[in-house]
C-alpha cells in the first residue's frame, strides 16, 4: 500500500472523528484551544492504536485467509463505507435543531468514549491491513498524524458555523473507504 492509498486511508477512516469534532465545537460549552488539542490527540491516538490491534488479531489468522485477502478488505472497507454514508445522509435529513441536543462539559470520559466509538471503524481495518500485508507502524502513524491534523481545526469549525460540515464528512469518509476497498479488490483482481 503506497503513501497516497495511506493518506486517502486515514483521510475516510478520520471523518467519524471529524464529525463528532465538529459537533463537540458546537455543543459543548467554554471550548478553548486546550479542549479542541485534547478532542484532537484522544481522537488521534485511538484512531493510530486500533489499526494496531485490529492488525495483530488479523495477523494471528493470515494464513487462513491469504487467498481471500482482498475480498476481506473490499468486504470490511466496504461495509464501513457504507455504513458511513448511511449514517451521513440519515444525519443530513435530520432536522438541523436535533443535531445539538444539549450543551455539556468535555469529561475525561467523554472524551474516552468518544474515542472509542469513532475508532471502531479503525480496529475492522486493521484486519484490512493485516490481510495486504501493510506496514502497520508506518499506517497507524499516517492515521493518528491524520487525525490529529484534521479533528483539531473540526472542533474550531463546529465552534464557528455550526452542523454544515458534520453530515458531508462522513459521507466523504465512506466514499474514500469503498473507493479503496474496491482499488484493492480490482488491483488483486486484474494483477496489477
Known sequence: MGFLELLLLAIGLSMDAFAV??????CLRNMTAK???AV???????QALMPVIGYLGGSLFYEQI??????VAFILLGFLGGKMLFEGIKVWQKPKDECCPAQSELTFKLLL?????????ALAVGISLAAVRA????????????TTVLCFPAVCIGKKSGTFLNDKAEIL?????????????ISHMTGA
Do not use: P
Not at 113 to 121: K, L, N, R
Not at 135 to 146: L, M, P, Q
Not at 173 to 185: H, R
Open 66 to 71: 491469504r487467498t481471500l485477502d482482498h475480498w
Open 135 to 146: 506496514d502497520i507502524v508506518t499506517s497507524a502513524a499516517i492515521i493518528g498524524i491524520t
Open 113 to 121: 468514549v468518544q474515542g472509542i466509538a469513532t475508532s471502531i471503524d
Open 35 to 37: 479542549k479542541a488539542a
Open 21 to 26: 469534532s465538529v459537533s463537540d465545537g458546537m
Open 40 to 46: 484532537a490527540l484522544t481522537f488521534g491516538i485511538f
Open 173 to 185: 469518509g465512506g466514499v474514500i473507504l469503498i473507493g479503496i476497498g474496491l482499488k484493492i479488490f
